[in-house]
Structure formats: structure tokens, C-alpha cells
């Protein structure tokens, strides 16, 4: 027979003097109760499985949930089938529990009090649960985001960036834009899939506010693999400009890698938006480059010097010097506008040039490109392009690693890019878990992991502890049934006793009336 032990959740200050006999409750459910419908000493505690949910509390109370679950299915014909926000809702909990394949969702499907969260009708739920089936199939679930369009998917992740932006959730103006390819080793039929030399998939673009603590994904496009990540940047924020309001208005710095190179985009984005960009020359012999090595030669730079911590190189010198309005050339030789350069020498603790724990070879100078000032701060422009690699270190690697991201949802283009929708605003709700509950979030995370996982509790809530050993792992509305059929019993109990020593209802009542 199956027994437990209490844990720390479920003991609380611990059991009443009654039951500190029993270090073992043995799991018999029907006996403990009918000791509740008897009225017999009972103590009924959240279990451990119930007590830990803060996060689905904590998404359903800050307005989160409300709006992961809005994502409509624009292109469901006629709503005949399963409801979908709680078909969204169950995304939600297959996401939060890392389930990487939706073909694996039934370790989610299977949990009674997990379909009654994500928004099922209870009495279906439970009748399903009965016959052992699941209130729906996998198959309905990945149906279900395929008729997601990416209009719908956006216009959510607006109304979420929108409510960050109420709770203070996203702060600072300075920005990283960065592209990440998914590339598919299989399934070389899915819908709208591009194709590099051999490589085949998609390219995701991001922008991530980049404050520090606080790195949040704040949009996103997705296309086939071989789009230039410069011509979904102008859509990107072409689209910002459209929904959101001037891009100028939240964003004063945007900083992206040397790709993103070329004089006459740089300088545009300056021109159309109104941001200022930070970057790195494209590579060393450019003309760019030439020219500010001729104005160095002259000497006469100030030169800036900062310490870092590279978790690579430890503690280093970065000795930096800005030089101003220098001209940019289209592929003709024909000026197109000046920019801003910051050259930067790194050095060891001792002073000597740093050089690559690898090969030993000096790692040599660097170059940013920014339509900044530089004169006199130029080593604002080499800590904005060191925060870019939030993208790549708290952005993209967490996304791959712990959300799957590399994982796509299935063949058709609305599913793969609803399901990346979710799964960013998720990546979102769990930066600002980790800023709001730090170590509790860690624990929830772990926990959230194991969900599915076969269990005694089977969506059980509440655990009851009898006098004599028994334990009752019970629903909310199971305790509901036996305490109302306690008080039936004990209402019953009191007439009959009434009516053997003949005492009328008016006089029964008239005891029972509250005295002032």
C-alpha cells in the first residue's frame, strides 16, 4: 500500500499533537473520507505540489497569462472544437515545463488540475480523465497554433510588450538588434523555408532592450534563411513605427555587429529614426580604417583608459580614443556622410599588448563605427557595443538552451512562428521572475520541469491527515462534497435526537437563533 511521509511545504509548523504518533500516513483514500464526511479530526494542508504554483499566480495576477492566452486563432473558420485560450493556456504550461516537441505534450494533457488551469471546463476535464484519455490531443494543440497567423501572433505580443511597459518592466533606451538561424537538419517540405549554401531553415531577428538585469525581447521577424538581417531590420522597424508610435521615442541607441556594416544604411537609420547606432567597422582594410590610422599618425589623441573583466581574459586595459567626422564612401568613391570612429587597444594587467590565451598572437585594434560623440567619452562606445553580447549571452543561449528555440513546432510557417511568439514573451515573464524572485524562481524552475511526471497526487491540491494514519490526496471540490455531507449528517443527527425527546421544530429552531 502506498504511504508518504510530509514534507516541509505540508507540515507547515507541524501536525497536531493527535497525529505525532504516525510518522508514516498510509495513502487510503476512501477511509479518510468518509472520516471527514463523519466529522472525525481531520487536518487538511496544500501539498507541496499545490503550494509551490506562485507562477501561475503570479501570471494570472499581474495580467501576463490573460494576455498569452488572448493569441487568436484568426484562421479558425468556425470555434465548434476545444476552447482555444485554454488550448493557448496549455501552450503556456508546455513552454514553462520544457517540453520540447508538442508530440510530447501528453506529460501535460495527462494532469487534471494542470488542464483546469490552463482553462478547461472542469466536468469535462474530470470525465475525460476518468476513461484515461486526454482532454485533447497533441494534435489539436499544434492545429490549433497553426491557424495562428502572424498578424495575430504580433498584435499579442504587442498588447505584452504594452503591459511590460506599464509595470515599469522595460527600462533604458539602448537596444541590440541581432539575427539567429534555425536551421532544420530535416523536414526540407516545411512551409516557407530558406536555403543558405547547404543549409536550410529560417532567420529570426530580435531586438532586446538591453538594460542591464533587465534584458527583455521586445520584437521580432521571421523569415526564410537567406533574407539580409539589414532588410528585416527595416521591416522590423518599419512595423514598430506603425503599431508602437516613433521609434526615437523609446529607442536613443541601437547597437549591432559589424553585418550590419554599410555606410548608407548606418547613416539612414540615423536620418529616418532619429536613433543613433553603435557598431563595429566591417573589417580593417576599409578606407574608413586607413584614414583614421593617417589621423592617429599625427598624434594628439586623447586616449581614455578603463578596466573590464572578461570572463575569458580576467582583468584588462582598454585604452580607447575617439576620432570624429570621419567620411564614408559608397562603392563608387562617392561620399555619402561622416561617422563617428572609437579605436580601442587592449592590454594585460602588466601593460603589455593582450594577446589570445589560444594562439598568443595580440588580438590587435578595434574599430566602432557610431553617430555618437566621441571625443570625449570614447569609451561610452566600447561599453555600449560590450553590452550587445547580452543578445547573444542572456538573449539567444538562453532562449536555445532552456526554451528550445532551435526546436521548431512542426512544418507550417504560422505554427513555427506562433509558437516562437510564446515562447519570447515566456523568455520575457522569466527574466522578470528571476529579478522579482531570484532564489524561489529557481526552485519553481526546477519544479516546473517535472511536471506530468506521473504522481500519486494526479492533481490532487490538498493532502488530508487522519488520527489513525490514513492520507487523502484531494481535489478542492472532493473536500467541498465530504464537509457538505458532514453537515448533512450532522443536521440529520441533531432532528432525530430532537424528535426522541419530542421537542418540536419550532422549538429546535428558537435554540438555534442567534441571541443578542
Keep these: 500500500m502506498p504511504s508518504c511521509r510530509k514534507t516541509k511545504a505540508e507540515t507547515k509548523e507541524g501536525p497536531p499533537a493527535a497525529t505525532e504518533a504516525h510518522e508514516v500516513w498510509f495513502h487510503r483514500q476512501e477511509e479518510c473520507l468518509e472520516a471527514l464526511r463523519r466529522g472525525d479530526p481531520v487536518e487538511v494542508l496544500p501539498t507541496s505540489y499545490a503550494g509551490n504554483d506562485f507562477v501561475f499566480e503570479f501570471l494570472m495576477g499581474c495580467g501576463l497569462w490573460q494576455v498569452l492566452t488572448s493569441m487568436e486563432p484568426d484562421a479558425l473558420k468556425k470555434d465548434n472544437g476545444a476552447p482555444w485560450k485554454a488550448l493557448n493556456g496549455v501552450e503556456v504550461i508546455r513552454e514553462l515545463a520544457r517540453i520540447d516537441r508538442i508530440a510530447h505534450t501528453?506529460?501535460?494533457?495527462s494532469d487534471v488540475r494542470l488542464m483546469l488551469l490552463a482553462g478547461f471546463n472542469a466536468e469535462q476535464v474530470n470525465r475525460t480523465a476518468k476513461?484515461?484519455?486526454?482532454?485533447?490531443?497533441?494534435?489539436?494543440?499544434?492545429?490549433?497554433?497553426?491557424?495562428?497567423?502572424?498578424?495575430?501572433?504580433?498584435?499579442?505580443?504587442?498588447?505584452?510588450l504594452e503591459l511590460l511597459r506599464q509595470h515599469r518592466w522595460i527600462r533604458g533606451k539602448v537596444y541590440a538588434v541581432d539575427g539567429h538561424e534555425i536551421i532544420l537538419p530535416y523536414g526540407r517540405k516545411s512551409e516557407r523555408m530558406g536555403k543558405v549554401g547547404e543549409k536550410f531553415g529560417y532567420k529570426l531577428l530580435l531586438l532586446m532592450n538591453i538594460e542591464e538585469e533587465r534584458e527583455r525581447a521586445v520584437a521580432f521577424v521571421l523569415a526564410p534563411l537567406h533574407h539580409s538581417e539589414r532588410t528585416l531590420l527595416k521591416l522590423l522597424l518599419r512595423g514598430l513605427s506603425r503599431t508602437v508610435g516613433p521609434v526615437r521615442e523609446f529607442v536613443d541607441v541601437l547597437v549591432m555587429d559589424r553585418g550590419y556594416w554599410g555606410a548608407r544604411f548606418l547613416l539612414g537609420l540615423k536620418r529616418k529614426y532619429g536613433i543613433d547606432v553603435v557598431t563595429r567597422v566591417q573589417h580593417d582594410e576599409?578606407?574608413?580604417?586607413?584614414?583614421?590610422?593617417g589621423v592617429l599618425a599625427l598624434g594628439g589623441s586623447h586616449w581614455e583608459s578603463l578596466q573590464e573583466e572578461s570572463p575569458r581574459l580576467g582583468t584588462i586595459e582598454v585604452r580607447c580614443t575617439g576620432v570624429p567626422d570621419m567620411v564614408l564612401r559608397d562603392r563608387n568613391?562617392?561620399?555619402?556622410?561622416?561617422?563617428?570612429?572609437?579605436?580601442?587597444d587592449e592590454f594585460d594587467p602588466r601593460g603589455d599588448p593582450l594577446r589570445n590565451p589560444e594562439t598568443g598572437q595580440i588580438r590587435g585594434r578595434w574599430y566602432y563605427g557610431t553617430t555618437l560623440p566621441v571625443v570625449r567619452r570614447p569609451g561610452r562606445i566600447r561599453r555600449y557595443?560590450?553590452?550587445r553580447w547580452t543578445i547573444e549571452n542572456q538573449g539567444f543561449r538562453d532562449m536555445t538552451q532552456k526554451w528550445a528555440l532551435?526546436?521548431?513546432?512542426?512544418?507550417?510557417?504560422?505554427?513555427?512562428h506562433s509558437r516562437i511568439a510564446f515562447t519570447l514573451m515566456l523568455y520575457?515573464?522569466?527574466?522578470?521572475?528571476?529579478?522579482?524572485?531570484?532564489?524561489?524562481?529557481?526552485?519553481?524552475r526546477e519544479r516546473l520541469k517535472r511536471l506530468g511526471v506521473p504522481s500519486p497526487l494526479h492533481g490532487a491540491g490538498l493532502a488530508a491527515y487522519t488520527e489513525d494514519g490514513s492520507l487523502g490526496l484531494l481535489r478542492l471540490q472532493e473536500l467541498a462534497t465530504a464537509l457538505r455531507e458532514q453537515e448533512k449528517r450532522r443536521w440529520i443527527g441533531t432532528l432525530e435526537d430532537a424528535a426522541r425527546r419530542g421537542v418540536s421544530i419550532e422549538e429546535l429552531l428558537e435554540t438555534l437563533r442567534p441571541t443578542d
Design 428 to 444: 520575457n515573464a522569466d527574466r522578470i521572475l528571476r529579478m522579482k524572485f531570484p532564489g524561489t524562481w529557481d526552485e519553481e
Design 406 to 416: 532551435d526546436v521548431p513546432a512542426g512544418r507550417r510557417f504560422n505554427l513555427i
Design 106 to 109: 501528453g506529460k501535460v494533457l
Design 333 to 344: 568613391a562617392k561620399e555619402v556622410g561622416k561617422i563617428q570612429v572609437v579605436v580601442a
Design 286 to 293: 576599409l578606407d574608413v580604417v586607413k584614414d583614421v590610422e
Design 385 to 387: 557595443y560590450g553590452r
Design 131 to 160: 476513461v484515461g484519455r486526454f482532454v485533447v490531443d497533441p494534435e489539436t494543440l499544434a492545429n490549433h497554433l497553426d491557424r495562428i497567423s502572424p498578424r495575430s501572433a504580433q498584435r499579442t505580443f504587442l498588447e505584452h
